[in-house]
Nanobody, 120 residues
């Protein structure tokens, strides 16, 4: 089982920035895609951003152009830069990693989550 460690998050005002970090220290598995999901109260968890092991990124339409993902595959770490934040970005943010043992998937791993609150 891959253990993910998250950091970042907090309370900011509209228009400000936050940076989330996630890494899988001491994992024996191969980490391929990594992503960030968020879940607001009363809503379903949604994909915010995804980055492959080769650095190809994909973003939700609502954040494209304002959020940026980058990773260090050697450290199984990903950073999520969120700029020009809006109140609707308020949610619990979760890191997700696709882990493999050789070519066999061992399932996705979730971080414990971190709260992001954007005040208006």
């Amino acid at each position: 089982q891959v253990q993910l460690v998250e950091s970042g998050g907090g309370l900011v005002q509209t228009g400000e920035s936050l940076r989330l970090s996630c890494e899988a220290p001491k994992t024996i598995f191969t980490i391929l895609g990594m992503g960030w999901y968020r879940q607001a109260p009363g809503k379903q968890r949604e994909l915010v951003a995804h980055i492959t092991e080769t650095g190809v990124t994909n973003y939700a339409d609502s954040v494209r152009g304002r959020f940026t993902n980058c990773r260090d595959s050697a450290k199984d770490a990903v950073w999520h830069e969120m700029n020009s934040l809006k109140p609707e970005a308020t949610a619990f943010y979760y890191c997700h990693a696709e882990s493999y043992s050789g070519s066999v998937s061992v399932g996705g791993a979730w971080g414990p989550g971190t709260q992001v609150t954007v005040s208006s």
